[in-house]
């Protein structure tokens, strides 16, 4: 196959992280991920396996407790699962999204009591924002937290939260000052042995089915003090701040799963023959392979590009923004052109391909939908035009 651009990001300590990464993820994953599509859970065990090998947070440095591995190191964990085409276990939402809201909010107290753990696996982390009757618009939470006592009472319901079956650890958005509206939002961190936690059931998707994603409910969920992360009412203003590293993750694991099914398609179209000659022989073929080969190396020159606005501490909303539209987008193009090009066995659930085009879905929905994305750049860009 032709050479794809070369990448400039990674050193090669990066390269031996890469390939200890791989060695997990054959190990570890792919022998067993048709199982746990058929349960809707990863099991446990897997998470502190990981955690020993250092997959875990490791843009946390050792003096945090941490791999040391810095942001490219969780990068190379999150496109090495999107290489097998696995959308879970999901590490980098734990690692990436989750953790730095403990990290850079949370009092010394609460750090020394989790952070190892999520270093080690032995904890597992989730972020609890969309309710029943609200997804990207958090002016409409309503679970509520009040003051009681030297302490907090939570109230309320989450649903659609990745990792909710396993989650140990749940940093949950609260509204404690109402008339505020979305700027009176809180953040907080449950734990799952907190009297009046409780689970759900296991959301059925019609993808990412490895994947747990529950309903969550708490029912006046008693917190200590240390668990307020930050300031009361900056919660709307912290989750802000994490939204483009989120969106960013998001660009990855589409990039790179879009281009595992795409050389999943190249060999299928080279091996399979019709009307006497191979499928890659057609001209429909070798110019849908084509574009797409384009798209792929438009969408990894703006990966890179955003990774190193992000380490450069340049990229903001509007950036995280595109990416997240643009690589969202060309993941659902790819792979219905890459299962277009299987034929009916594009249809059958043993071939990759079936579960990247149902997987790939909902990447245009969470994380902020397409319509929210082009809504942040419109703004930027009708904003600052001359009248």
């Known amino acids: 196959m032709v050479a794809p651009f070369p990448r400039l990001l990674f050193e090669p300590e990066h390269d031996d992280f890469r390939a200890s990464v791989r060695r997990f993820c054959e190990r570890e994953i792919v022998p067993f991920y048709g199982d746990w599509e058929r349960a809707h859970v990863v099991p446990k065990s897997v998470w502190r396996r990981a955690g020993k090998l250092g997959l875990l947070c490791a843009w946390l440095t050792p003096q945090e407790g941490g791999p040391g591995g810095g942001l490219l190191g969780d990068i190379v964990v999150c496109e090495e699962l999107g290489r097998i085409g696995a959308t879970a276990p999901a590490f980098s939402l734990h690692s990436l999204v989750v953790a730095p809201y403990i990290v850079h909010h949370g009092t010394p107290a609460l750090k020394r009591a989790l952070v190892p753990a999520l270093v080690s696996g032995e904890r597992i982390a989730a972020i609890a924002m969309t309710e029943p009757g609200t997804g990207s618009d958090l002016a409409g939470i309503r679970t509520f937290c009040e003051r009681e006592g030297d302490g907090w009472v939570l109230s309320g319901q989450k649903t659609f939260i990745t990792n909710g079956r396993n989650a140990d650890v749940i940093v949950i958005a609260a509204r404690t000052e109402p008339e505020r509206g979305a700027h009176g939002l809180s953040l907080f961190v449950v734990t799952s042995d907190m009297p009046g936690f409780t689970r759900g059931r296991n959301l059925p998707k019609i993808g990412q ?43 990855v694991q589409c990039q790179a799963r879009a281009e595992a099914v795409f050389a999943e398609t190249v060999a299928y179209v080279r091996g399979r023959s019709a009307f006497g000659k191979r499928i890659a022989d057609f001209q429909n073929s070798r110019f849908k392979l084509a574009g797409m080969w384009a798209d792929l190396q438009a969408g990894r020159a703006l990966c890179d590009s955003m990774i190193r606005e992000h380490l450069d501490e340049r990229l903001d909303s509007v950036g995280a923004s595109t990416g997240k539209l643009w690589h969202s987008e060309m ?32 990447e245009r929905i969470y994380g902020g939908t397409s319509e929210i994305m082009k809504e942040i750049i419109a703004r930027a860009i009708c904003d600052d035009a001359p009248p």
């Open 331 to 362: 993941l659902g193009r790819l792979t219905d052109e890459c299962l277009q090009l299987h034929g009916g066995y594009g249809y059958m659930q043993e071939y990759p391909v079936s579960r990247a085009w149902l997987d790939a879905r909902v």
């Open 209 to 251: 089915h490895a994947l747990d994603t529950a309903e969550l409910f708490f029912d006046r969920v008693r917190l200590p003090a240390e668990h307020l992360l930050g300031e009361r009412g900056n919660g709307f203003g912290y989750l802000m701040q994490g939204l483009p590293q989120e969106r960013l993750l998001i660009s």
